[in-house]
């Protein structure tokens, strides 16, 4: 199948800083990204829609300005956390698939464990 | 939006059977079944599209009612490797063309000697 790379697996950052999360499909293009978000023993929650070339598509109580996504080119897109704060704290797990709509397998990244001190 | 899963937890010794029940109150296009191991990424497991539609994957197999916009998965004489997080993913008939898939909360199972 797909494949889709996240990095970093896991970073911790200092309050008041940002970090970059980066989403990369490596064998095939992905016009379309979704970003999750996951605490412990609770389910994926969907954060935004990326799309390539075009502004990202935010679900309702998702800061934007907090979560900034980029995906500038078929293969990356990028999740910024700014100004973390220790509530940041989480598992960020990006999908894509390679064909659009909600027929075919979404392939995710392995994951980032976000912890902010 | 988001799909409501049933049960929460279900403990299970190895060679049992078990039913994980995964259900909207909006019509769907799609169900996905995906398994999470304790830190990692989910696993596709299977997408399901139609209605009355069933498909299997080794002794994991699922169903979906479209007209009940109910889907459920079955666990047929489980092995330890089947314990996890099961998530049931849906997609709305409504959604864009994305294809977002919304998850439930989850079923975690754990699977005994």
Not at chain 2, 7 to 31: F, H, M, T, W
Request: positive net charge; contains cysteine.
């Amino acid at each position: 199948g797909a494949v889709v790379s996240q990095h970093p697996s896991r970073v911790i950052c200092k309050s008041g800083t940002s970090v970059k999360i980066e989403c990369r499909s490596l064998d095939f293009q992905a016009t379309t990204m979704f970003w999750y978000r996951q605490f412990p023993k609770k389910s994926l929650m969907l954060m935004a829609t990326s799309n390539e070339g075009s502004k990202a598509t935010y679900e309702q109580g998702v800061e934007k300005d907090k979560f900034l996504i980029n995906h500038a080119s078929l293969t990356l897109s990028t999740l910024t956390v700014t100004s973390a704060h220790p509530e940041d704290s989480s598992f960020y797990i990006c999908s894509a698939r390679d064909r659009a709509g909600g027929n075919t397998e979404a392939f995710f990244g392995q994951g980032t464990r976000l912890t902010v001190v | 939006q988001q799909p409501v899963q049933s049960p929460q937890a279900v403990i299970l010794r190895e060679g049992e059977d078990a039913v994980i029940n995964c259900s909207s109150s909006k019509a769907l296009y799609s169900v996905h079944w995906y398994r999470q191991k304790h830190g990692e990424a989910p696993v596709f497991l299977m997408i399901l599209l139609k209605g009355g539609e069933q498909k299997g994957h080794d002794k994991i197999s699922a169903s979906f009612n479209e007209k009940k916009q109910q889907s459920s998965l079955y666990l047929t004489a489980s092995q330890l490797s089947y314990s996890g997080t099961y998530f049931c993913g849906t997609v709305l008939m409504t959604t864009d063309s994305w294809g977002k898939l919304q998850f439930g909360a989850g079923t975690q199972v754990v699977v005994t000697p």
